[in-house]
């Protein structure tokens, strides 16, 4: 796990905008506000340095991010719009609405980012820090709510450094935020508008299916989640007829997650990795066993739901 000692909490001005799009060009994540809540930002189109966001905060598990970006151009050679999409974007962009639609297949966004799914969540943030830093960066940024998971999102840089202090190297202190909620989220993939989180945007002024049952859509449940088609074997140290083996480590394979046994390389190709398995002419896919240590939990997590939808069906 990195550490940052002391973690640096520089004011917001053209300076310490200049010194997080360093870092987050190193591929490390940084503390930012946006209008909503403080974000922890990386460059989405880097998964390790995604991996990087889920270290600092120790989710137990990879949930779908949202990413920030500066134009709606950019959105567009990102995700699919609809002319509906695109009307809500015109509405309500710059702002506190996330927008999840159709993935583009060459997006260039990291697999991590969206845990393997098919569709993705956008928004372009109104905060002139965070659009400063998206300029800045030239990139995309995927940014959860800055917080250690389980734990209240930052309306301010204090409660950034009291959770995440020593774990980031950077936090831009812009005060507390103006709405101090998160983002309202709406899903545009399907044919009707399906609000996911409700936000500071409380009325968008179409019609929206309720989707807030949380069995269906909590963080690291969503229905859609990824899962390989074919029988997931875990813990695996050798390749059985008719398998694709993922390795770790030591354990060898058709590919490997990570050959060092590096959990953040790990987590980075996880989704990638179990893609190009379902897509290989094997029948089953076997992967290595990952020690429990750091991201190694997240990880496990997600191969076991993944194996547990699939005995389930
Ligand atoms: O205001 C905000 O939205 C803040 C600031 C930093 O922008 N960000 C934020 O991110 O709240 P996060 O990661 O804490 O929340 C993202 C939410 C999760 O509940 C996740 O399940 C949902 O967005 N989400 C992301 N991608 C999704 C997808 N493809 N489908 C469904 N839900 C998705
Ligand atoms: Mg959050």
């Given at each position: 796990m990195d550490a940052y000692q002391p973690t640096l909490v520089l004011p917001e001005g053209p300076e310490s905008i200049a010194e997080a799009a360093r870092l987050i060009r190193q591929g490390l994540a940084v503390a930012v506000p946006t209008e909503t809540v403080y974000g922890l930002a990386a460059d989405a189109t880097d998964g390790e340095a995604v991996a990087r966001i889920y270290a600092a905060k120790g989710r137990p598990s990879f949930n779908p991010l949202i990413v920030h970006v500066g134009s709606l151009e950019r959105a567009e050679r990102i995700a699919l719009f609809s002319d509906s999409a695109r009307d809500l974007a015109r509405r309500?962009?710059?702002?506190p609405l996330t927008l999840v639609l159709p993935l583009r297949a060459d997006s260039g966004i990291a697999s991590i980012v969206t845990a393997g799914l098919a569709t993705i969540a956008l928004r372009i943030p109104a905060r002139p820090a965070m659009r400063d830093l998206l300029e800045a960066v030239g990139r995309p940024l995927a940014a959860p709510s800055a917080n250690a998971s389980g734990r209240l999102s930052p309306t301010r840089a204090e409660h950034v450094l009291a959770g995440l202090g020593g774990l980031i190297p950077l936090i831009v202190n812009g005060g507390p935020t103006e709405h101090g909620l998160e983002s309202t989220i709406v899903a545009l993939d399907r044919d009707e508008a399906r609000l996911l989180r409700p936000g500071p945007i409380v009325d968008l002024g179409i019609s929206l299916i309720p989707n807030l049952s949380p069995a269906i859509e909590a963080p690291g449940q969503l229905a859609g989640h990824y899962a390989p088609a074919k029988p997931l074997s875990l813990d695996a140290v050798e390749r059985r007829e008719g398998e694709w083996l993922i390795g770790f480590g030591s354990v060898e394979g058709d590919s490997t997650l990570s050959a060092s046994g590096d959990p953040v390389e790990a987590a980075a190709r996880l989704f990638d990795r179990l893609h190009e398995a379902d897509a290989s002419p094997a029948a089953a896919i076997a992967i290595a066993p990952v020690p429990e240590q750091g991201l190694g939990a997240a990880i496990n997590d997600r191969l076991r739901r993944a194996a547990f939808r699939q005995g389930g069906e």
């Open positions: 309500f962009w710059p702002g």
